[in-house]
DNA sequence: CAATTTGAACTGACTGGTCAGTGCAAAAAC
DNA sequence: GTTTTTGCACTGACCAGTCAGTTCAAATTG
């Protein structure tokens, strides 16, 4: 009897050889830009020649779009997975927002050039890729919003809160900080810079010791 | 070569040029980013011949980066002198920052397009134009650590935060607020977007009313 | 077992188009 | 009469996407 053949989704070769494309353009289009980057490039990069990338990708936009998608993915799941976690071990909502600073703490530092990318065409506008940007940039800050949303709801946070606004504004600040830290001082621990971005949270700025 | 500005030549006529081809540029180079932005595109947009721009810039990279530059200093000029003037009227470094945050607020709303760019073009690496980036990049975030160091040294702040961190912390999360705002919710006045930051800066997110 | 067939995966030279930057004579502005 | 702008043709490099041909592992056959 035929065991579970071809797996939709193709062969492992396939999935393979597009990995391999994922991991050279992140880095090149996170280095130099969509449009600076050139099929070639990403081609040699990945040990590839140029025409497997339109065999697997049917252009380079699409190759951007699915690699976005993929990260994202990546992404969201380890932030809502942290926060999960937290509630279920006892934790506050406060304690999952910290936990998910962790958790995007922790993604940057394994993928920093995917989290520059990001950053980098988030809010360009008039791009064929406009609205994946859109579904993208939601599924992220989405999860955060849930938890402050959660914690309007079980009255640990003030409801005068704007959630959408706040939310931005959180990732705003890991996203900023922590690519400030791989570029410029990048001897740094994790623990570190999480501590400092806890401290922030909690309001903890001020006064002294 | 002279082309430094503020050349003793520099005729008013040559300036007002210049002008537009700025603002040709940066919107141009906002929505599409660099590479994409043809040097006829910015011409036509500024209704200006080609010959023009090549007259008044080197290239298309030293347009870009004396454009950064301008807008910069512009960006830099106002929150000076916002944390400035609030701490000779007697406020404290946490009024100095909450300044800081309206006047970024204000510049991102009058100067939309700069900034997109600013953010889209700030992390990348391997580029002609990497050493400006940095000097950029700095001038903006020094302001924020001046007033960090200031309240460290007064004792408003704990000697505990790091500095750096905290202030690229900050400037993130103003700069992905606002491009939020104006992305998403452009109707929002800035005074709300204000409230909503200043109440996250001083840690009232926690706690009931 | 070989020997042969099949087809998905891959290759890289090639094409058609785009674009930064040039050159220059003439017009306009100052 | 000097500076600045115009208009436009031109070049040379570069690049996204194509396609006819190759590879190779697994399936089929004898």
Redesign the interface.
């Known amino acids: 009897m035929e065991s579970s053949s071809t797996t939709p989704g193709g062969s492992a070769r396939r999935e393979a050889t597009r990995q391999k494309l994922y991991e050279a353009a992140v880095t090149l289009i996170?280095?130099?830009?969509?449009?600076?980057t050139t099929v070639d490039e990403i081609a040699e990069r990945a040990g590839v020649a140029k025409g497997t990338v339109y065999y697997n990708f049917a252009s380079k936009s699409v190759l951007f779009e699915e690699l976005l998608r993929h990260g994202v993915g990546l992404l969201t799941a380890s932030l809502r997975e942290a926060a999960e976690r937290t509630v279920r071990e006892g934790g506050t909502r406060?304690d999952a927002l910290d936990a998910m600073i962790r958790a995007g703490l922790v993604f940057i530092d394994r993928y920093p050039a995917f989290t520059?990318l990001y950053?980098?065409?988030l809010?360009?506008?008039?791009?064929a890729w406009n609205s994946t940007l859109l579904v993208v940039r939601q599924q992220a800050?989405a999860v955060v919003e849930g938890v402050l949303h959660e914690g309007v709801a079980n009255?640990?946070?003030?409801?005068?809160?704007?959630v959408?606004?706040?939310a931005?504004?959180?990732?705003?600040?890991?996203?900023?900080?922590a690519?400030?830290?791989k570029?410029?001082?990048p001897g740094?621990s994790l623990d570190?810079?999480h501590?400092?971005?806890s401290?922030?949270?909690?309001?903890?700025?001020?006064?002294?010791?």
């Open positions: 996170a280095e130099q830009g969509f449009s600076a406060v520059q950053v980098a065409e809010w360009r506008t008039n791009r800050v009255g640990e946070f003030s409801e005068e809160i704007d959408p606004l706040t931005a504004a959180l990732v705003g600040m890991v996203l900023v900080a690519l400030d830290w570029s410029f001082q740094r570190d810079v501590a400092a971005l401290r922030l949270l909690q309001g903890r700025v001020s006064g002294r010791r």
